[in-house]
């Protein structure tokens, strides 16, 4: 059985050593950063997820996503001892794929580890494992080999939620998805009305990468009251 890397970053050292501890029981292989500038130093691409506190001196979880984003694309899972609406918001638009407010149980992290990694693998196969290198959509063509994403030659850089948003519309042109199917068919999991807001920040970041505004939309359609698509 194949061991998933997962990097934990945070200057706290009982709660880091707590994660470790219990993502180590469950045949996970980690390492802990106490800092933004060792997480920095340690990642590469064999890692399947990162574990970023928000709220370290120095450097924050913030801006640690950020530079990560700037060359990787493994899952992030902000930990956050705030609860605010602007919080979660900002820790998504910045890249981030998922976060838990602490205190958490253990149950509640090992179920968001295993569902993001997991996501991420079939990510990743579904990339791999295609009959055609590309797809051209308008301007944009997506090689779902490497799944990159170039607009006119310049690539643009999407998280994994961003990659399997887009290639669900564009996979399934002028199909209208509301965001129960997009949740249903990107988390793989049921249906709540409380996750509403976790994609519609997605979809507002990936349409804001693709260039797409409220005075002009080129790529993703929303179909006011019924769902978003991208026509063909």
């Not at 800092?35 to 801006?63: C, F, H, Q, R, W």
């Amino acid at each position: 059985m194949e061991k998933y890397k997962i990097l934990v970053v945070d200057d706290d050292k009982e709660i880091r050593n707590a994660v470790i501890n219990l993502l180590s029981s469950e045949n996970y292989m980690v390492i802990g950063a106490t800092s933004a500038n060792d997480a920095l130093s340690i990642l590469d691409e064999t890692y399947s997820l990162v574990i970023l506190d928000i709220m370290m001196p120095e450097k924050d979880g913030v801006s640690t996503c950020i530079d990560i984003r700037k060359k990787y694309y493994m899952p992030i899972l902000f930990l956050t001892a705030k609860n605010t609406e602007d919080d979660k918001h900002i820790s998504l638009s910045v890249g981030g794929d998922d976060f838990l407010e602490k205190p958490f149980s253990k149950v509640e992290l090992l179920a968001r580890v295993s569902s993001l990694i997991r996501r991420y693998r079939i990510y990743q196969n579904d990339s791999q494992d295609c009959d055609e290198k590309y797809v051209y959509i308008k301007d944009l063509k997506i090689d779902k080999q490497t799944a990159r994403v170039f607009k006119e030659k310049e690539e643009i850089l999407l998280t994994n939620i961003e990659y399997k948003l887009l290639m669900l519309l564009v996979n399934n042109p002028n199909k209208i998805f509301t965001l129960e199917n997009i949740y249903e068919s990107i988390w793989n999991e049921r249906y709540d009305y409380s996750v509403n807001a976790l994609i519609m920040v997605h979809i507002r970041n990936l349409r804001k990468k693709l260039g797409d505004t409220s005075r002009g939309t080129k790529y993703i359609k929303n179909i006011w009251g019924r769902g978003y698509c991208i026509e063909k």
